[in-house]
């Protein structure tokens, strides 16, 4: 009785398992069974394993071939496994050796010529099998420099099943087209960084008090609430809010990547320490925006947003089931998705940065002159932002319209290097202060250790705020948490009376 064997690496969400194949050639009339809980596309590869042999100049057994996927009670899905499926098949009939790939993972797509496609989520498996141990790897060509991001891993690259076929020792014929090339995935290009960073501060005009809240929450990691007329120039700051974000780390540029890699985008982007910037259309349903789909969930924008900027522009047009699905995530950072064949978790720990009108027409500002809505159309309108999201927003600023031009600078004083570099500091400041709770922001700290560590002066006027019914009991920890980020853009050790007001004041609109 032979049995071949191979090793492949599955997903569910960004969490990887292994996955042995085990492949019997036995007696009986032709038939080819995949055994293990496959999903639909992972049944199909019967088609595309038997086909991409055979045009790899293997004679197909006429008898029953069964594989087995272990575990089997995982559930498996995806075409990432046909290369693997077609190793422990060629194993067990002899024409390669059985155990020859045994202690390596063996990842790809197989097309029905026996070419090797390109497969989504090969760099959380190549963490993960760099963490277990496991330091072999066969990925298509395509995805070679993707896996080749992960250091100490030995990855071979291979473009037809036939290759594979005559490395492993047996004998092959095929034709392979070399027109196209792998897709570099180490970098960032200049068309990216363009797009993602959005622009410079010094482009719009004005709207300075509204670029110093940008830069405070950039520093502390705040949700940011803007709220003005059209034209004032909303959509035009929160665009550039990567540009004045603190670089991501290792670590962050790892997660980015990876569910960059899950999602297909990873060439796009490359590794980059730029922050990603997710801006969902208002018609986006829940499904899009924190992640769905049958069987096994997909990531969302939030998910795709972790360590960056989450933007809803028109956001009191969002609908209100898709807007309260922003809650737990906003406390939690991750997001919990149950499907049918499992409990999904992705991280979404992301700046949520939301733009609104001050009414449907758009000119409820000021003596509201020009506004043609009715008293209770601008109520409905919004508390479509409903309290409890409102009460987890940091910072909440009015952003007036630009009544100036002629004698606005072409090209302002405030750069996005400028508050960049400011943001960097601030952020250094509050990493050393934390180094021992791994918290890397004023937003992560808790309540507790806010109180135990803010003078009690400073406290005085959370508790004046608290009794006169400004804040509640978190919005007075929000408030605490952008005091402590304006006293390290300040270079203070810890917050004042006077950022203690100015957090309050943030916080309730009054600045």
């Not at 760099?123 to 991001?149: F, M, S, T, W």
């Not at 943001?423 to 507790?448: M, P, Y």
Request: charged share 20%; hydrophobic share 40%.
């Amino acid at each position: 009785m032979v049995i071949g064997t191979s090793l492949s690496v599955g997903l569910v969400g960004l969490k990887a398992f292994v996955i042995q194949m085990q492949a019997f050639v036995s007696q009986g009339l032709p038939y080819f069974s995949i055994i293990g809980l496959p999903d639909a596309s992972l049944s199909e590869a019967r088609e595309r394993v038997k086909s991409a042999c055979q045009a790899s100049g293997f004679s197909w057994p006429q008898t029953r071939v069964t594989v087995n996927l272990s575990p089997a009670s995982m559930p498996k899905r995806g075409a990432s496994h046909d290369l693997a499926i077609a190793v422990s098949v060629l194993g067990a009939a002899g024409a390669i050796g059985k155990d020859c790939l045994a202690e390596t993972v063996v990842l790809g797509e197989l097309n029905l010529d026996g070419s090797v496609l390109p497969v989504n989520g090969v760099l959380p498996i190549c963490l993960y099998a760099h963490e277990h141990g496991i330091h072999r790897l066969i990925v298509p060509q395509a995805n070679l420099e993707e896996a080749k991001l992960v250091d100490g891993l030995d990855v071979i690259g291979i473009r037809h099943l036939g290759e594979l076929i005559e490395m492993t020792g047996g004998t092959s014929h095929y034709s392979i087209d070399d027109t196209k090339s792998p897709v570099d995935c180490t970098g960032q290009n200049e068309e990216a960084w363009t797009a993602t960073t959005g622009g410079d501060m010094a482009e719009v005009i004005g709207q300075e008090r509204t670029k110093w809240a940008l830069q405070v929450a950039a520093a502390g990691g705040h949700h940011l609430l803007m709220t003005g007329p059209p034209g004032s120039g909303k959509t035009m700051l929160a665009s550039r809010m990567p540009g004045i974000m603190s670089p991501l780390n290792e670590e962050e540029q790892l997660e980015v990547a990876s569910i960059r890699s899950l999602c297909g985008t990873l060439p796009s982007y490359g590794i980059s320490d730029i922050p990603p910037f997710e801006a969902p259309h208002h018609t986006a349903s829940t499904a899009a925006l924190v992640g769905g789909g049958s069987g096994v969930a997909k990531p969302g924008a939030i998910t795709r947003a972790h360590c960056g900027v989450l933007f809803m522009d028109e956001a009191p047009e969002f609908s209100p089931r898709a807007l309260q699905t922003l809650r737990e995530p906003l406390e939690s950072g991750y997001v919990s998705l149950s499907r049918s064949k499992g409990t999904t978790y992705y991280p979404a720990r992301f700046q949520l940065v939301m733009a609104s009108n001050p009414c449907p027409c758009g000119y409820g500002y000021g003596t509201a002159e020009r506004c043609t809505c009715r008293e209770k159309d601008r109520i409905r309108y919004f508390s479509r932002l409903s309290g409890p999201i409102l009460d987890r927003i940091d910072i909440q600023i009015e952003v007036p319209p630009v009544e100036h031009i002629a004698t606005a600078s072409p090209t302002s004083e405030t750069t996005s290097a400028q508050i960049r570099r400011n943001v960097i500091t601030a952020r250094l400041a509050a990493k050393e202060r934390f180094l021992d709770k791994h918290w890397t922001c004023n937003a992560q700290a808790s309540g507790t250790w806010l109180r135990a560590n803010t003078s009690t002066s400073a406290l005085r006027s959370i508790d004046r705020a608290l009794e006169e019914g400004r804040l509640s009991l978190r919005g007075a920890d929000r408030a605490m948490r952008v005091a402590w980020t304006l006293a390290d853009l300040a270079g203070k050790n810890s917050p004042g009376h006077e950022e203690m007001m100015q957090g309050i004041a943030l916080r309730t609109r009054e600045a």
